[in-house]
């Protein structure tokens, strides 16, 4: 007979219906943990999905500050072009063209200038180019003189820009270039850049940049690995920015005795009537016939001071005739020193120059009474042996300028930096030379990113943000 089935009342009813609440329990189970998973699963997409969001939107402020600082950067350039146009020959001043922190839209930009006897604060300031040493034009002891440089280093300098292929003693021509591993051949013309040093025998990071590896002008705590090592030699001059911010490869040879330039009267020249009629405005008429009559039997002259000497002329009369003179013209002639503006260690490169003249020149120059108008100060300084034998390489005026702008957005978020050269012999002035240091890192007090970037506003910035080093 079949089994009886199990119906309510019969002991296998409890059972199954056990058997199907479990079953159903084990399904919400399931359920449950699979919705977990698939929420656990949809909360992590979400939070990828904000980082990614959060990261594009970081990007695209970056972007947008890069954009910014770029921005700023021209505007910096454009701020420099209108501050050394029409100086005719002088040099912007700090107090007449500010650098520090200077707002330009949303941003700020500061111009350095590394070269300062300083070195406990952050210089800034626009440069003149004629305050440094012309590596194309400059005799072999000046370069020697630099501040740490070798004797290998200044003789290869000089065969690399001479046009001939003989040997200076240490120097070096084609004969060391073309075995290198990466051979080459020595230049034998002009360099076109500083940085062009980098092929030459016997260059060094440490005599092209010291210690000073970002530019700045100050040791940073991240460059002060040679602790001991001193700032100043004896002479007073720093030892620890290297060459880079004393030479030069665009200063220009404008006035002050050049031994050329256009429109200045040749003293050289069997008394042409433009000098004679120069001597007229500036000679008494009693004094006047004995000047003529000297400069006629001294001739010729080495330079400006040698004319002022031997003419037998007052430093009144000097000083009004020294920027319209010359002594001739020629290919060779070396690009001027500003005298009025080059640092100590340019000024001990001139021949016959010591520590104690230098630093006579530099109190001179300083004082408020002085007519910087000309070199002829320099002959009330130095002694006339000295005065003359420096005078062919000095200058009153100068007409290129350089500029190592720092350009920041108000977002803190990016910067740039670059070093600009500036013609300004014509106005508009005209930018002829441009590097980006961008890659040098940022060179002043992080504070500033860091304030810009907790929103503090530029004008806070630009009040409590100013020579601070950390």
Same mark, same amino acid.
């Given at each position: ?7 309510p009342?019969?002991?296998g009813?409890p059972?199954?219906?056990?058997r199907?609440?479990?079953?159903r329990?084990?399904?919400r189970?399931t359920?449950?943990?699979?919705t ?6 949809l +909360?992590?997409l979400? /939070?990828v999905?904000?980082?990614?969001v959060?990261?594009?939107?970081d990007?695209?402020?970056n972007?947008v500050?890069a ?13 420099? /072009? ?9 040099v912007p ?7 520090e922190?200077v707002?330009v ?7 350095l200038?590394p ?9 800034y ?11 194309n034009?400059?005799t072999p002891d000046?370069?020697a003189?630099l ?5 290998e ?8 820009r001479?046009a ?12 060391y ?7 080459y ?5 002009p360099?076109e850049?500083?940085?062009? *040093? ?10 092209m940049?010291g ?5 700045n002008g $100050?040791?940073?705590l ?14 007073g ?8 911010n004393?030479v030069? $490869?665009f ?10 330039g256009?429109? *200045? ?5 069997p ?7 120069l001597?007229?405005?500036v000679?008494s ?13 001294e001739r010729?002259?080495?330079?400006a ?5 031997r003419a037998g002329?007052?430093?009144?009369e000097f ?13 060779n002639q070396?690009s *001027?020193?500003?005298?009025?503006t ?6 001990l490169?001139?021949p016959? /120059?010591?520590d104690?003249d230098v ?6 120059r300083a004082?408020?009474e ?5 070199? +002829? ?9 000295k005065a ?44 002829v030379y441009?590097q980006n240091?961008t890659?040098l ?5 992080r504070?500033?990113?860091?304030r810009?970037r907790?929103?503090?506003p530029?004008?806070r910035?630009t ?6 080093i950390?």
């Open positions: 007979m079949r089994a009886a089935r199990a119906g009342g019969r002991p009813a059972l199954c219906r056990g199907r609440a479990a079953g329990h084990r399904a189970g359920v449950l943990i699979v977990m998973w698939i929420l656990l699963v +909360a992590g979400v /939070l999905l904000a980082r990614m959060r990261v594009e939107g990007r695209a402020a972007h500050a954009v910014q600082a770029v921005a700023v950067e021209q505007g910096a350039i454009q701020y420099v /072009l209108a501050s050394v146009d029409g100086l005719e020959g002088d001043t700090e107090a007449d063209t500010p650098c922190a707002q839209g949303d941003g700020l930009f500061w111009i200038r070269a300062s006897s300083d070195e406990s604060t952050y210089p300031g626009i440069t003149d180019e004629a305050s440094k040493v012309d590596l034009t400059a000046m370069i003189r501040p740490g440089m070798t004797t280093f200044a003789a290869s300098i000089v065969d690399w001479d001939d292929s003989n040997v200076t003693p240490s120097g070096a021509e084609n004969e270039y073309l075995l290198l591993a990466d051979p051949e020595c230049k034998n013309s360099l850049t500083v940085g062009e *040093l980098f092929l030459v025998r016997g260059v060094t990071r440490e005599i940049f210690r000073d590896t970002n530019r $100050v040791v940073d991240g460059e002060s690995a040679a602790s001991a090592t001193r700032s100043f030699s004896s002479s001059s720093r030892v620890d920015l290297g060459i880079i004393y030069t $490869v200063s220009s040879a404008a006035g002050g005795g050049t031994s050329g256009a429109g *200045l009267v040749n003293v050289n020249e008394l042409p009537v433009a000098l004679v009629g001597l007229q405005s000679v008429a009693d004094r006047l016939p004995g000047v003529l009559d000297r400069v006629r039997r010729p002259f080495s330079n001071m040698d004319f002022y000497y002329l007052t430093m009144d000083q009004k005739v020294a920027n319209r003179i010359t002594t001739g013209s020629g290919p070396a *001027l020193i500003n005298v009025n080059a640092p100590k260690e340019v000024l490169c001139l016959g /120059l010591e104690g630093s006579a020149l530099i109190s001179k004082g408020a002085v007519d910087r108008t000309s070199v +002829a100060w320099v002959a009330d300084v130095l002694p006339r042996e003359v034998a420096v005078g062919g390489y000095l200058t009153a005026q100068t007409s290129r300028f350089s500029a190592d702008i720092v350009s920041i957005p108000a977002s803190g978020r990016a910067f740039k930096r670059c070093w600009v050269v500036i013609d300004a012999s014509a106005s508009p002035p005209k930018v441009r240091l890659h890192g940022w060179p002043l007090s504070d500033i990113m860091t810009l907790a929103g503090l530029l004008e910035t009040q409590t943000l100013g020579r601070t950390g």
